[in-house]
């Protein structure tokens, strides 16, 4: 709120955004259980260390991992990965698994940016050879790319006929317009496309908003980041993923912008209404569900899953943009680039999945909300190039610091249905962040840290400013020494575009 | 009444109460607040006017369906609210006047984006004569 009259009023409610008592007890270093109490069906699990639950004790998220174990046909435990933080419903960092024919879909459970993601791009370029020309290629990005409120490219617009298809083929309809190779395809969570996409489930005003941000990064905390392998913790897999140290990366972060909103705001106003014709009880209207098998609650996941196609589309086009924009500035062929992608994964999903559960296979409706699928090796579902490595898991972290690349792991399918962290996690709001920022320049501060920003909002830098999150490292170090994932290569930030 | 709206701190996002002697003035402040959250009330002009209905399931999840209503508005146009007035209300419904303008990047600073406002820890209530209502935003 910088150079504004107004001043906020904060009033930190007791019971409300403070911690409430939730019991927890320490099963290792990394696990801390939430035993079944009350309407708990059963208990929760959270991965964490004890420094970082001190943190997680603040604000009321373990509260909502036990309101989470409270829902019809949860299979195993309501979980948290160490990112966890208040989240609306579920918990930011929340994974549930519900039955199939028992259990419920929520809206809540996956958030309002459906399938905000992230992938990976990495390139032959030399990092240290590129540094001289990050002011110019960001100056580029920005101009190329579409960021913050109600920018758009004039040159894409996607509306009827052609958005109903891209809505249900999700990224194979990148391919067929020209915005990506078929090959990319396999490096994208669930091949690009969730299936059962039915966009008559999804409401004019959702498409409407839609039709004009396609292609665009968005505002918040989303951005393109331009890096490069800083560390290799795993150099066999760090090979197989195309990951050399010292080697330009791009990380592009966002997801199916209004559209996706829209169908969250509309299908939650639905589901409330068919919580109470289900029987279901709900600890908070955010909460409210359908069972996976009812019209309401198969509607939802038709519409949510074009929405989360749309937002696989979304980051397609704009690495289309990244890598036409790096051959303008820099003058060098897609072949002296040598842009890959290395894979595109989700943060907010639910997803139908089979697991083993006392040793018989079993569909699921994963809900991963802020946490990403992290497959072992040998899944059925990663691309055949990573079968004996695992599965990608992409985790960034503030713009001022670093951000991992992981692999699944075997515990990670046994324990969390094959889940991991997705970030790092915020520590200050907003507001705090903004007033922490006042009198100083955090963009110059990055810059003396070799790390240029452009946003299209002087505010937003200020709230995404590194203090503002938990270190990323911490969450990966928890996740990795629980086994739950494997660390493979950290990235560091060298120009970062933000809306 | 001398507190139209206040602010809820929230570690990833933020909330507001609003306040109103009637349940029309409590949806006019409510709509205030959304607003302030996104650029200085102060410099948004009422050049233009729109007339918008909403339905709902009940009254405080017609609270989110007003809010989310302008909010779409100002993501397809850049309608930024200055003022509005209810015209009719009903429980489950209401028709509004609201009158702002187009953004202008050039007097128009937005502080922050909002996704939704959302339905956690949501309510309208009626205490001692005054309505009050909470809403969390997904910023």
Known sequence: ????????????????????????????????????????????????????????????????????????????????????????????????????????????????????????????????????????????????????????????????????????????????????????????????????????????????????????????????????????????????????????????????????????????????????????????KQLCCAPIKSTEGKQYLAAMACAANFAFCNRQIITYWVEETFQEVLQMGPKELAFDLVYDICHNVAKIETHEIDGHLKKLCVHRKGATRAFPPHSELIPQCYKEVGQPVLIPGDMGRYSYVLVGTKTGLMETFGSCCHGAGRVLSRHKAKKAARGRSIIRELEDRGIYVQSAGKGTVAEEMSEAYKDVKNVVDIVHNAGIGKKVAKLKPMGVIKG | MNRRYKYIEHTADLGFKAYGITVEELFVNAAEALFEVLVALDSVRARDKRIIHVDSIDLETLMVSWLNELLYHFEMDGFLLQRSQIDKMASCSLQATVCGESIDPARHEIRTTIKAATYHQLYVKRLNDLWESRVFLDL
């Not at chain 1, 001043?7 to 007890?25: D, Q, R, W, Y």
């Not at chain 1, 390139?123 to 960001?138: C, M, N, T």
């Open chain 1, 1 to 284: 709120m910088d150079g504004h009259k107004l001043v906020f009023i904060i009033t930190a409610e007791k019971g409300l955004v403070m911690s409430t008592n939730v019991a927890i007890k320490k099963l290792d270093d990394y696990r801390w259980i939430i035993p079944r109490s009350g309407k708990m069906k059963t208990e929760g699990l959270v991965y964490t260390d004890e420094a970082m639950l001190a943190t997680i004790k603040k604000d009321a998220s373990l509260q909502q991992v036990a309101n989470v174990a409270c829902l019809p046909g949860i299979v195993g435990r309501s979980m948290a990965m160490p990112d966890i933080h208040w989240g609306y419903g579920f918990p930011i960092g929340g994974v549930a698994a519900f039955d199939m024919e028992e259990g419920i879909i929520s809206p809540g459970g996956v958030g309002y940016d459906i399938n905000c993601g992230v992938r990976l791009i990495r390139s032959d370029l030399d990092a240290a050879e590129i540094r001289g020309h990050i002011p110019r290629l960001l100056k580029a990005l920005f101009k190329n790319i579409p960021a913050g409120i109600g920018s758009r490219r004039k040159d894409l617009k996607v509306s009827g006929k052609k958005m109903n298809e891209l809505l249900i083929k999700g990224a194979q309809w990148t391919v067929s317009n020209g915005y990506a190779h078929a090959g990319d395809l396999e490096h994208i969570e669930e091949m690009g496309c969730i299936p059962g996409g039915n966009p008559e489930y999804v409401s004019e005003k959702a498409l409407n908003r839609g039709k004009n941000q396609l292609g665009t990064l968005g505002s918040g905390n989303h951005f393109v980041e331009i890096g490069f392998v800083d560390e290799i913790y795993d150099e066999a897999i760090a090979e197989t993923l195309g990951l050399h140290k010292g080697r330009l990366t791009v990380l592009v972060h966002t997801g199916s912008r209004g559209l996706g909103h829209q169908v969250c705001d509309d299908y939650i106003k639905l589901l409330l209404k068919a919580s109470g014709k289900y029987g279901i009880d709900i600890p908070d």
